[in-house]
């Protein structure tokens, strides 16, 4: 059963402009959302995280919103630029399973010059 | 470089033959995790390690094993590969309990032919 989804599945934006990710979630206990960011070759890293008592978190162009009720959360990444061209994942865990990350299916995300 | 190494980076190996993929977690990192990346499931959680202990598993074959070392090491051991084990391994390794960063190794590319 699949506990994350994700969405689109891929995403072509335009240097400059506003790539925007999707998620929901099940599980009602998950408490711990990050993303991760991947470029081909190498392992996923931590990109930005968020927990369920807040409703949005930036960091620098990248941004989590977040919506209990709705079970859903969303990556934005703003002035989008080639180099951020790589696969997201978002993901879900809960404090009493440790860091174990439950992925969604991820997005592969192309911004053009 | 997340400071945790994998080896070997690349394995060929034949159906019904057994693999040892090896990592080496961040200097301090308590938990080691293990995951699968394939074209069509995404990254699925493999098994869970808390100094030295299993903690939980996921969706891992019967014919897959790990353990995690007293120097914290840990070695994930697939057997009687078939062609369909053919994917990305990654190890992980978080710090303590809980809801926190996991930092992914690099992973080893098996490919069974």
């Known amino acids: 059963q699949q506990q994350v989804k994700q969405s689109p599945q891929s995403l072509i934006v335009q240097k400059g402009g506003i790539s925007i990710i999707n998620c929901a979630y099940e599980n009602t206990a998950f408490d711990y959302f990050p993303w991760y960011q991947q470029f081909p070759g190498k392992g996923p890293a931590l990109l930005i995280a968020?927990?369920?008592?807040?409703s949005e978190k930036k960091e620098g162009r990248f941004t989590i919103s977040f919506n209990k009720s709705a079970k859903q959360f969303s990556l934005h990444i703003m002035d989008s630029q080639p180099g951020d061209s790589a696969t997201y994942f978002c993901a879900a865990s809960r404090e009493t399973s440790g860091s174990r990350l439950t992925f969604g299916e991820g997005t592969q995300l192309t911004v053009n010059p | 470089d997340s400071g945790v190494t994998q080896t070997p980076k690349h394995l060929i190996t034949a159906t019904g033959q057994r693999v040892t993929l090896r990592c080496s977690p961040r200097s301090g990192d308590l938990s080691v995790y293990w995951y699968q990346q394939s074209l069509d499931q995404g990254l699925q959680f493999l098994i869970q390690y808390y100094n030295g202990e299993e903690r939980a598993k996921g969706n891992i074959l019967e014919r897959f094993s790990a353990q995690q070392f007293p120097d914290l090491h840990s070695e994930l051991n697939l057997s009687s590969l078939e062609l369909g084990d053919s994917a990305l391994y990654f190890c992980?390794?978080?710090?303590?309990?809980?809801?926190?960063?996991?930092?992914f190794g690099q992973g080893t590319r098996l490919t069974v032919v």
């Open positions: 992980a390794s978080s710090v303590k309990w809980g809801n926190t960063e996991a930092f």
């Open positions: 968020i927990r369920p008592d807040v």
